[in-house]
């Protein structure tokens, strides 16, 4: 009778914590708090988003869209249960000390709700496309989520018992392959690439890289088709994302196993490791390979140790976490169709030609992988084009917004990848919703729009977080042998043009992570004796001037990197393509949305009215203790 006791004991100590398991499976969910109180999941077709939000409450739970991460101008939903009946509501920001007003329009569908062992959780859906002067459209950018719980229900809630609250990024519309199914009879292994026991230091934000070995099993062909977090129990909110980076075969792992902060003193070995494998952010679903491509594995050419960076959020300075999460790799020795590849497209990072003015609301950066490039490239392969099929935008701290810009023919094409709310906190893979067919004489053109208001002196290119990068990582098939294609203004043009520098001397030497301090200018003579970074510091930057140099770098030569495996083609000199056919999105269509009524039957989500039964689903460990609880009995009746 002892054993009868323990389990029920566990079990009602189960019931009493767990949370409340979904309705139904989501393409996608992600943990909104530091301390999982707060947990959304969603999915969503070409008109329609469904949302079930959950919170640790027995009151009111929020969700909302905000431009900023503040309450001003927020597409707000607030939903509750109050006697077995749950209602959400479609409302908009006000201030921070004002709950927020319903809207005029109700553009929102109840579907169902759960209140259950101290957990709220309301499920609803809404269009996509706000047409709603109160609402906000749902779109592929990087969106700022808040959200907040409250102990009251009903229409008389009260704002000033929300009990926990906050914001975060998120990427709602993200296009995932994880649900698909294998090809038939493939056969799947796995290896781990984790942290070993890392001491998170008590700062806000910390990045702790570190060198790991792919298995020297592995050493024949193999097709990587997975990658997936995987964080340690207890430390999901402090894991924010992780990047993956392929080292060259020079790499000998000296420095295996050590954890350094990424940028700062980084041992010789992780500064070689710069070409993106994987990323992954938190609430991410697993990335996954189309059921034709594999990421090659165990050949000569392969990477045989890898950099990972995770970055770590520590808000309230605890000095008692220990980590050891890291990533799940999946792969395959059953080669698949095609081989994938990564291309670098983007600005070339140096210090010398990658210049961003102080003071700036707005300065565009644009650069470029070029027709003579691609057409090298993939003409070498024996192919007549490529497909992208998932791309990663990256800038650092003053990045606002980035787009790979796709041109052909004069003509610009829908671009391949944009955000224009980016957030370097939070970086994902995506995975496009069609493939994009790269043909030998198009271009790839990055922009990045940088905002350096509060900045005195000038940002530089580099790999610092406080550096800046513009750059994407282009996941395609079938594999060539390129992996670098990006660009920079020409230095000597912008020393000459634009600074009236005639003559330099260089102090140390010269490299991707030298300064704009090694130059030292010898001519004219009322300039020498001055850095180079003196002098672009001393310039009165503002809107104008740095609108200015920005149309200046546009207009003067380009230097092309283009960096083959095993073609190596000398860089040349370029003008940036012009686009005489600019890429006009389509107007969104409110008509639609007109009659909220038809929001669950015309989706096909199996977003229909459900009730509180089928909402009822118990959580694995809880369905376990129904299990044991039964076969405990059963043996001692």
Same mark, same amino acid.
Request: net charge negative; proline share 5%.
């Given at each position: 009778m002892l054993r009868v006791a323990s389990v029920v004991f566990f079990c009602l100590f189960a019931f009493?914590?767990?949370?409340?398991?979904?309705?139904?499976?989501?393409?996608?969910?992600?943990?909104?708090?530091?301390?999982?109180?707060?947990? $959304?999941?969603?999915?969503?077709?070409?008109?329609?988003?469904?949302?079930?939000?959950?919170?640790?409450?027995?009151?009111?739970?929020?969700?909302?869209?905000?431009?900023?991460?503040?309450?001003?101008?927020?597409?707000?939903?607030?939903?509750?249960?109050?006697?077995?009946?749950?209602?959400?509501?479609?409302?908009?920001?006000?201030?921070?000390?004002?709950?927020?007003?319903?809207?005029?329009?109700?553009?929102?569908?109840? $579907?169902?709700?759960?209140?259950?062992?101290?957990?709220?959780?309301?499920?609803?859906?809404?269009?996509?496309?706000?047409?709603?002067?109160?609402?906000?459209?749902? %779109?592929?950018?990087?969106?700022?989520?808040?959200?907040? $719980?409250?102990?009251?229900?009903?229409?008389?809630?009260?704002?000033?018992?929300a009990t926990n609250r906050g914001t975060r990024s998120l990427i709602v519309l993200t296009y995932a392959n994880d649900g698909q199914q294998p090809p038939a009879g493939e056969t799947t292994l796995n290896f781990d690439l984790l942290n070993d026991n890392f001491a998170v230091p008590a700062v806000d934000t910390y990045y702790n890289c570190r060198v790991l070995e792919i298995p020297p099993a592995i050493n024949t062909p193999q097709h990587i088709v997975q990658i997936e977090g995987v964080v340690q129990t207890g430390n999901e909110a402090h894991v924010h994302h992780i990047l993956l980076y392929e080292c060259p075969v020079s790499v000998n792992g000296s420095s295996l196993g050590v954890d350094n902060r990424c940028y700062d003193g980084s041992p010789p070995e992780h500064l070689q490791c710069t070409q993106l494998l994987a990323a992954w952010a938190i609430g991410s679903s697993a990335f996954v390979f189309p059921n034709h491509v594999g990421f090659p594995i165990g050949n000569a050419d392969s990477p045989k140790f890898v950099l990972m960076e995770t970055h770590y959020d520590n808000p309230t300075l605890k000095n008692d976490i220990v980590d050891s999460s890291g990533l799940k790799i999946t792969y395959t020795p059953q080669l698949r169709q095609h081989d994938a590849g990564v291309i670098l497209v983007g600005h070339i990072v140096?210090?010398?030609?990658?210049?961003?003015?102080?003071?700036?609301?707005?300065?565009?950066?644009?650069?470029?992988?070029?027709?003579?490039?691609?057409?090298?490239?993939?003409?070498?392969?024996?192919?007549?084009?490529?497909?992208?099929?998932?791309?990663?935008?990256?800038?650092?701290?003053?990045?606002?917004?980035?787009?790979?810009?796709?041109?052909?023919?004069?003509?610009?094409?829908?671009?391949?990848?944009?955000?224009?709310?980016?957030?370097?906190?939070?970086?994902?893979?995506?995975?496009?919703?069609?493939?994009?067919?790269?043909?030998?004489?198009?271009? $790839?053109?990055?922009?990045?729009?940088?905002?350096?208001?509060?900045?005195?002196?000038? %940002?530089?290119?580099?790999?610092?977080?406080?550096?800046?990068?513009?750059?994407?990582?282009?996941?395609?098939?079938?594999?060539?042998?390129?992996?670098?294609? %990006?660009?920079?203004?020409?230095?000597?043009?912008?020393?000459?043009?634009?600074l009236g520098i005639t003559n330099v001397s260089v102090t140390g030497q010269i490299g991707t992570y030298s300064t704009l301090e090694s130059i030292v200018v010898t001519e004219p003579p009322e300039l020498a004796g001055l850095t180079v970074l003196e002098i672009v510091n001393a310039i009165s930057w503002n809107e104008t001037t740095a609108d200015e140099f920005s149309m200046f770098l546009q207009a003067i030569p380009h230097s092309q990197q283009c960096y083959p495996v095993d073609l190596k083609l000398p860089a040349f000199t370029f003008n940036l393509t012009k686009t005489l056919q600019p890429y006009v999105a389509p107007t969104p269509n409110c008509s639609q949305n007109t009659e909220t009524t038809t929001m669950t039957t015309t989706t096909t989500m199996a977003a229909t009215t459900t009730s509180s039964a089928t909402l009822l689903r118990f959580s694995p460990v809880v369905q376990m203790c129904f299990t044991l609880m039964l076969l405990v009995t059963s043996f001692f009746v």
């Open positions: 009493g914590l767990g949370q409340l398991a979904p309705s139904e499976n989501f393409d996608h969910n992600t943990i909104l708090d530091n301390n999982g109180d707060v947990r $959304l999941w969603w999915k969503f077709n070409a008109t329609y988003i469904t949302f079930e939000l959950q919170g640790k409450t027995t009151g009111w739970v929020g969700l909302g869209f905000s431009p900023r991460g503040g309450m001003a101008n927020a597409d707000i939903y607030v939903g509750w249960v109050a006697n077995g009946v749950a209602n959400v509501t479609d409302r908009h920001g006000a201030d921070s000390n004002t709950f927020p007003p319903l809207d005029g329009e109700q553009n929102v569908e109840t $579907l169902g709700g759960l209140e259950e062992s101290g957990w709220t959780r309301v499920k609803f859906v809404r269009p996509i496309t706000a047409c709603d002067s109160d609402d906000m459209t749902i %779109t592929s950018n990087t969106m700022r989520v808040i959200y907040a $719980l409250g102990s009251t229900d009903g229409p008389d809630i009260l704002y000033h018992g140096s210090a010398f030609a990658h210049l961003i003015p102080p003071n700036a609301e707005t300065f565009e950066d644009y650069s470029e992988c070029g027709p003579r490039c691609l057409t090298d490239a993939i003409g070498a392969a024996n192919v007549t084009s490529v497909n992208a099929f998932a791309v990663l935008l990256h800038s650092h701290l003053l990045g606002r917004s980035l787009e790979l810009k796709h041109v052909r023919n004069g003509t610009e094409l829908e671009p391949i990848a944009s955000d224009n709310n980016y957030d370097f906190n939070y970086q994902e893979t995506r995975t496009l919703p069609q493939e994009v067919t790269i043909k030998p004489d198009d271009s $790839l053109q990055m922009l990045c729009n940088y905002n350096s208001k509060g900045r005195s002196n000038v %940002t530089y290119g580099g790999f610092g977080t406080y550096q800046e990068m513009c750059v994407s990582f282009l996941y395609y098939y079938p594999k060539i042998q390129l992996t670098d294609c %990006t660009s920079t203004p020409d230095f000597g043009v912008i020393l000459g043009y634009y």
